[in-house]
């Protein structure tokens, strides 16, 4: 009855799967794995081995629909589109991609033609604009090559229209095609003219095809690049807000995708010191009634609008007659360590030199504020700072801690002489290239 029931099984598991046959003739006996995309994760979809005359079967699941990598040893990466086909491969030269064949899969065959066209039309067209200007004064020839140039601009669009809409592949290579577009805006006046932002803001994110396509993160770091590079500073804020606001919008009703993009994005933004973007995401999450934030991430969010450049941060109390804002330097570094923490250890060092350096040019104070839960072990390690230390031992429970939503060591804030927030460092360097401005 047993084995009964674990042959339905098997039977049940393999009508819900879907198969990619193949042949890498090179690849002899050696492991070949299907890896899939979830949102901005990678993981594997199946594993299998290749026989000794390079065949292979994998087995993927029939719901999984969008754009998966297959890697094996020797062999290239190959971006193989799934979409409940059962596919099969063949690939005899690995150093060329011409050998590449797809059968019994109209989506990848669809792909592989608009990926050679595509190649084909991009070494064409610098070439022809490039002798364009070169028979100006030759009306034959130009007319020509203006005709040629029309021609292959057109091509790959119309190449598109023969794809039914209703197949993966159209949706797939839209959306990288408007990726693909971002590097030929220069400007702000290109960006304006172009369809790009139209592009974006019709991004559904909430979307399997999407969510699914492995080009979620390239589009998200691609767009925010490209309005860094072509809008002013005074405008900036105000693009990569509008920006955040798509996928706020369109991930409302999912709650767990909604927090790794909000993860992500918040991440790069505020990296790159922008305040204002950053803090719309950290605010938007918090005030989020149907999404249950794991801690370390509500932490971070709460961390940033707490303690956010410009506000005031909390008092430390150090002892019974010294805290934190009693302190009369006219800056204050913070820093949160750990004699345990790999990071602490290395960058102490340069702390101590840095710190003898400033102390010469600057009132300035380092206050060293450890979340080690051994006194002692924090006592040895750092017996010998030139700076204020202080630990009470109670780990990531300690006060301070609590109070300035610690989520990671090292942490430097530095402060002014009423504790307001001036800048967040991330390396001691960026300390002393501070007060270099």
Same mark, same amino acid.
């Given at each position: ?8 099984? +098997? ?16 690849? @002899? ?42 890697? *094996? ?14 596919? &099969? ?11 590449? #064949? ?45 005709? &040629? ?40 006046? #290109?960006?304006?003219? *172009? ?19 492995? +080009?979620?993160? #390239?589009? +998200? ?5 490209? +309005? &860094? ?23 409302? %009703?999912?709650? @767990? ?26 605010? /938007? ?11 370390? %991430? ?78 002692? /072990?924090? #006592?040895?390690?750092?017996?010998? /700072? ?52």
């Amino acid at each position: 009855m047993r084995i009964f029931i674990c042959f339905l099984l +098997l039977c049940s598991a393999h009508l819900k799967a879907q198969s990619i046959k193949g042949r890498f003739s090179k690849v @002899l006996s050696n492991d070949i794995s299907l890896w899939g995309f979830d949102g901005l994760k990678e993981y594997e979809l199946a594993k299998t081995n290749t026989d000794l005359d390079g065949n292979f079967i994998l087995k993927y699941p029939k719901h999984y629909i969008g754009s998966s990598i297959l890697k *094996s040893k020797g062999a290239s990466n190959i971006i193989v589109l799934l979409a409940g086909e059962d596919i &099969e491969i063949k690939w005899d030269d690995l150093t060329d991609f011409k050998t590449l #064949e797809f059968k019994n899969s109209t989506e990848n065959e669809f792909f592989e033609k608009a990926i050679a066209l595509n190649q084909d039309i991009q070494k064409k067209i610098p070439a022809l604009s490039y002798l364009l200007p070169l028979y100006k004064d030759t009306e034959a020839q130009k007319k020509w090559l203006k005709d &040629e140039l029309a021609f292959q601009n057109t091509k790959i669009t119309d190449f598109y229209k023969k794809i039914n809409p209703q197949l993966y592949v159209s949706s797939y290579i839209k959306f990288r095609k408007c990726i693909a577009a971002i590097e030929n805006i220069k400007t702000e006046t #290109e960006y304006i003219n *172009s369809e790009l932002a139209t592009c974006y803001k019709q991004t559904h994110f909430n979307d399997n095809k999407i969510w699914h396509s492995g +080009l979620i993160k #390239e589009w +998200l770091v691609n767009y925010y690049q490209m +309005l &860094e590079k072509v809008f002013p500073s005074t405008s900036l804020s105000a693009q990569l807000i509008i920006a955040n606001q798509v996928w706020l919008d369109d991930l409302k %009703t999912d709650p @767990l995708r909604k927090q790794e993009i909000a993860t992500f994005c918040f991440n790069w933004l505020e990296k790159k010191g922008y305040i204002a973007p950053a803090s719309q995401i950290a605010l /938007a999450m918090l005030n989020e009634t149907n999404c249950n934030l794991d801690v370390k %991430t509500q932490s971070i969010f709460e961390q940033y609008q707490k303690l956010a450049i410009g506000n005031t941060a909390p008092n430390i109390i150090l002892s019974e007659n010294k805290n934190l804002l009693n302190l009369s330097n006219t800056y204050k570094f913070v820093i949160f360590g750990a004699s345990w923490c790999p990071n602490c250890q290395s960058n102490y060092p340069s702390l101590v030199g840095i710190y003898g350096r400033l102390q010469k040019q600057i009132d300035i104070e380092f206050i060293y504020i450890s979340i080690d839960t051994d006194v002692k /072990a924090f #006592e040895a390690y750092y017996k010998g /700072a030139p700076f204020i230390t202080f630990c009470d031992g109670k780990g990531w429970d300690s006060q301070a801690a609590k109070d300035y939503y610690l989520n990671a060591t090292p942490t430097y804030i530095l402060m002014d002489k009423n504790l307001k927030i001036i800048s967040k460092i991330t390396n001691p360097y960026e300390l002393e290239t501070y007060f270099q401005k």
